[in-house]
């Protein structure tokens, strides 16, 4: 098959969403040993998919399946509007694994009547619906009713505002109902105190927090024979199929103590296989899969199920290895207190890669540079690994390309110029600084709490990586290191990531809500106290009704980027909560509603979506007249609704209650 240029390729477009398609450059022509490790790794980050829609909402899995029956058997007039409206229900819930919006968590409003919902499931046969036992489509259809159309059932899927109960007030299936944030804080801080100090497991990361019969609280852990342990099965099974593929004994040992990990649901395990994971850089085939990210979490501390499987983009690596082997320079040159960098930057690597398959909570929308692990001592004794994905980026890059965003919110032809020229190159360098250095740079202070930011922790994180990106990309070194072509480029860096956050991001936030999201709220708290304690470096003019961002003096900006990387640096190391709590809250949340309202209107008239997500690429087995496997096929031919049946059919690797 020939390979064929797709990252460009508009697939589909509904709500504000977009979809399209990843080319895995290079798959056809990898010796089969390596094909079959990325289709049964591929086949592992696909088995979790249901546990996602679980985490999400404690009936996600009975939504779904309800929604999709309706889908399929659906044999009305395809022009009637509830239908088309109910269409586009469905391919936003399966856009963000549940019936809140992937990003914003707010509840999707339906767009289809009631009657047409319940009218389309109670004359489903009962054998195409997921009935409790005794129950009938009518009353099935009555329930799921009122959580998908009253606005106060489940409203939210993650609540951040300051003075909420965080866990009372969102809906996310990681903590039994009624179980208050005091209740669950105070849990795990007695679980602190009976765990190691210096080399403490993420506590609560791999299971959901219940009451006993006796009103106690106590884990269920997400293992095989435990919850979700179904797919937890199959995953494994997947695993131990790629097994005999992979590329060195190391590879083979992180199969093997991720597979225990799952299988006892123990940290200790799950901290070995990080660190093993961490340890193999040798191969040209990585993947991830398991519980990664606290983001789902009001509490940041239980991970939402995640799996991607990837391919070494070795001529671009280049860029990134730069970084990492100059890691020691960038920590020891840093603007933070001196206390609080690392005296000796351990393991840390950093590649460019292709993803090859995104699962879980990467699909269908996708980070485009991950650091992980997350432990802070094992980052801090072994060391991290850090990727951009590069096929990812490309795609993200040219759908944008002739959208009308620059035109309009850019403040001049010159800026535009810049951004042109430096744009792309920029963007990727930021990323691989935040992911590489910023993420592994700095250290706890002895005794500081991993969790004592709370449910700021992962804002402040994401502000540190930022800061520490924005800081170093205007250093001279860069251009030293070949990674930049002059002393300009970064300020197309610079205009760009405060244009997002103080104007063009509020697109993605409905007028009269605020801000919630983690990363976005760190690049408005940094572009928010940039413009408020340098006015001399940055301003918000207005033009002819319109605003605009404007740099008066990029090396001033570069000053205020490290004196707030210092500060936020000095909150994370010594765990200063009220301090983290004051800068997100002041700079990081509320909007003008005036400005926001403009930014939408001038916006809309753009006609483009603000999110994007993709399709993946589906692999087949090829087999010979005598059964045996001879090659591995990618096609890039699924359509969007259905890869999602297909998926929701061939990976049902659990029961809905």
């Known amino acids: 098959m020939t390979q064929v240029s797709l990252s460009s390729v508009l697939q589909e477009r509904f709500a504000d969403l977009q979809l399209l398609r990843y080319g895995v450059p290079g798959f056809e022509r990898l010796p089969l040993r390596q094909k079959l490790l990325i289709f049964y790794l591929a086949e592992a980050a696909l088995w979790g998919r249901d546990i996602l829609w679980q985490q999400n909402c404690p009936c996600g899995l009975l939504l779904r399946r309800t929604l999709e029956a309706v889908y399929v058997n659906y044999d009305g007039p395809k022009d009637c509007a509830d239908w088309q409206a109910f269409s586009v229900y469905m391919k936003r819930v399966w856009f963000s694994s549940g019936i809140h919006h992937h990003y ?16 389309e499931v109670e004359k489903l046969d009962a054998s195409l619906l997921p009935l409790r036992a005794d129950e009938t489509p009518v009353q099935l259809a009555e329930r799921l009713a009122d959580i998908i159309f009253r606005p106060e059932v489940m409203p939210r899927r993650v609540n951040t ?13 990681y903590y039994a109902e009624g179980i208050t944030q005091a209740e669950a804080e105070a849990f795990y801080a ?41 797919a937890i099965d199959r995953i494994c099974d997947a695993l131990l199929q790629a097994r005999p593929y992979a590329e060195n004994e190391r590879q083979q040992a992180v199969i093997d103590t991720l597979v225990s990990f799952y299988r006892s649901g123990d940290l200790r395990t799950f901290d070995e296989y990080c660190i093993l994971w961490v340890q193999e850089t040798e191969g040209e085939v990585d993947f991830t899969n398991g519980f990664i990210e606290v983001y789902g ?39 933070v207190d001196p206390r609080f960098r690392k005296k000796e930057c351990r393991g840390v690597s950093a590649k460019v890669i292709s993803a090859a398959m995104l699962g879980g909570d990467l699909y269908p929308a996708s980070a485009i540079g991950i650091n992980l692990p997350n432990s802070n001592w094992i980052r801090a004794e072994h060391g991290s690994k850090s990727v951009t994905i590069a096929n990812l980026t490309r795609a993200y ?18 800026t535009c110029r810049l951004l042109d020229t430096y744009g792309d190159l920029c963007d990727d360098l930021h990323t691989d600084l935040h992911e590489c250095l910023g993420h592994g740079s700095g250290q706890l202070l002895p005794g500081v709490d991993a ?35 002059d002393g300009e480029a970064y300020k197309s860096q610079y205009y760009s990531y405060l244009l997002n956050g103080l104007l ?13 999201e983690a990363h976005m709220r760190n690049r408005a708290l940094i572009s928010r106290w940039t413009l408020a304690r340098y006015p001399e470096a940055v301003g918000i003019v207005e033009r002819d009704g319109k605003h605009f961002v404007a740099v008066y003096d990029y090396a001033r900006l570069r000053q205020a980027f490290g004196e707030l990387l210092a500060e936020v640096q000095r909150i994370k190391s010594e765990g200063d909560y009220e301090a983290a709590r004051q800068l997100v809250e002041q700079y990081g949340v509320k909007l003008d509603a005036r400005l926001h309202s403009e930014i939408r209107q001038r916006y809309r008239k753009l006609d483009i979506a603000p999110y994007k997500g993709f399709i993946n690429p589906r692999y087949t087995l090829v087999h010979d007249a005598a059964g045996n496997i001879t090659d591995v096929s990618i096609t890039y031919d699924e359509a969007y609704d259905e890869q999602m049946l297909r998926y929701s059919r061939q990976y049902n690797g659990l029961k809905e209650f």
């Open 161 to 173: 505002a300051d003075g909420a109960d965080l866990l009372l007030t969102s809906s996310c299936n």
């Open 451 to 485: 969790d004592a930011l709370r449910a700021y922790g992962s804002t402040i994180e994401e502000a540190r990586a930022d800061l520490f990106g924005l800081y170093y990309i205007a250093d001279p070194k860069l251009v030293e290191l070949g990674l930049l072509p």
């Open 104 to 119: 914003s968590c707010l509840k999707f409003v339906p767009e289809f009547s009631r009657t047409f919902f319940l009218g």
């Open 297 to 335: 979490d009001p509490l940041g501390l239980k991970a939402s199920w995640e799996g991607y499987v990837n391919i070494v983009d070795r001529e671009a690596t280049r860029r990134a290895k730069a970084l990492s082997d100059n890691a020691q320079w960038f920590e020891d040159h840093s603007p």
């Open 504 to 516: 063009t991001q509020m697109v993605r936030i409905e007028e009269g809500c605020q801000i919630e």
């Open 190 to 230: 007695g679980l602190k105190q009976k765990s190691d100090p210096c080399r403490p497991p993420m506590l609560g990361m791999n299971s959901r927090l219940e009451r006993a019969a006796d009103g106690t609280l106590c884990e269920n852990v997400w293992r095989s024979g435990g919850l979700y342990g179904e």
């Open 397 to 414: 890059n040219e759908a944008a390309r002739g959208s009308g965003m620059r035109q309009e919110f850019v403040i001049d032809e010159a």
